[in-house]
T-cell receptor, first 114, second 111 residues
Framework: NAGVTQTPKFQVLKTGQSMTLQCAQDMNHNSMYWYRQDPGMGLRLIYYSASEGTTDKGEVPNGYNVSRLNKREFSLRLESAAPSQTSVYFC?????????????FGPGTRLLVL | GENVEQHPSTLSVQEGDSAVIKCTYSDSASNYFPWYKQELGKRPQLIIDIRSNVGEKKDQRIAVTLNKTAKHFSLHITETQPEDSAVYFCAASNYGQNFVFGPGTRLSVLP
């Protein structure tokens, strides 16, 4: 099993450009999450999807949109990138069934917005 | 919404000593409290977790305690080793949804 995979690993954007970060998991997990991590800070939840077909805002959703394409895939879109969105983005998944809430993280996408 | 505070922000201990990191949360509805370890440039990895119906949980050198009344939980690492050096994050969640993380503690284990 690959676990949680993210593409791309690294991306440079200019202000105003758009892009989609891709995330996929092969563990048949119900829930998926998108976080951002800024230098020296903890992880802040952007959006999450408790199950296929549902999405909810987290702590910092402004400037982002998400799509739960199917049970495996959860994408994060930046419609008009801003320098404040420079960060490392982590995707995570969790069974969220049978009392199992453990989150498994992907390797991260490092985004630089100029 | 939930707010999670974590202390200290940095912690240095001698190899073999114990390390304690403390977190407080604000939402009494939170019922799941994981701890993650993140090495430089790597993804966070779960090291231990506890649910609100349990007061203490131990896994070898790592233990977590939870005080629901006071809304705080702590990570205890005994017999620290250099490979324990990393950033540790606590988090709180309500049934695995809407996780809120603490700002992290940078632990350095000195040889």
């Amino acid at each position: 099993n690959a676990g949680v995979t993210q593409t791309p690993k690294f991306q440079v954007l200019k202000t105003g450009q758009s892009m989609t970060l891709q995330c996929a998991q092969d563990m048949n997990h119900n829930s998926m999450y998108w976080y951002r991590q800024d230098p020296g800070m903890g992880l802040r939840l952007i959006y999450y999807s408790a199950s296929e077909g549902t999405t909810d805002k987290g702590e910092v959703p402004n400037g982002y949109n998400v799509s739960r394409l199917n049970k495996r895939e959860f994408s994060l879109r930046l419609e008009s990138a801003a320098p404040s969105q420079t960060s490392v983005y982590f995707c995570a998944s969790s069974p969220l069934a049978g009392g199992k809430e453990t989150q498994y993280f992907g390797p991260g996408t490092r985004l630089l917005v100029l | 919404g939930e707010n999670v505070e974590q202390h200290p922000s940095t912690l240095s201990v001698q190899e073999g000593d114990s390390a304690v990191i403390k977190c407080t949360y604000s939402d009494s509805a939170s019922n799941y409290f994981p701890w993650y370890k993140q090495e430089l440039g790597k993804r966070p990895q779960l090291i231990i977790d506890i649910r609100s119906n349990v007061g203490e949980k131990k896994d070898q050198r790592i233990a977590v305690t939870l005080n629901k009344t006071a809304k705080h939980f702590s990570l205890h690492i005994t017999e620290t080793q250099p490979e324990d050096s990393a950033v540790y994050f606590c988090a709180a969640s309500n049934y695995g949804q809407n996780f809120v993380f603490g700002p992290g503690t940078r632990l350095s284990v000195l040889p």
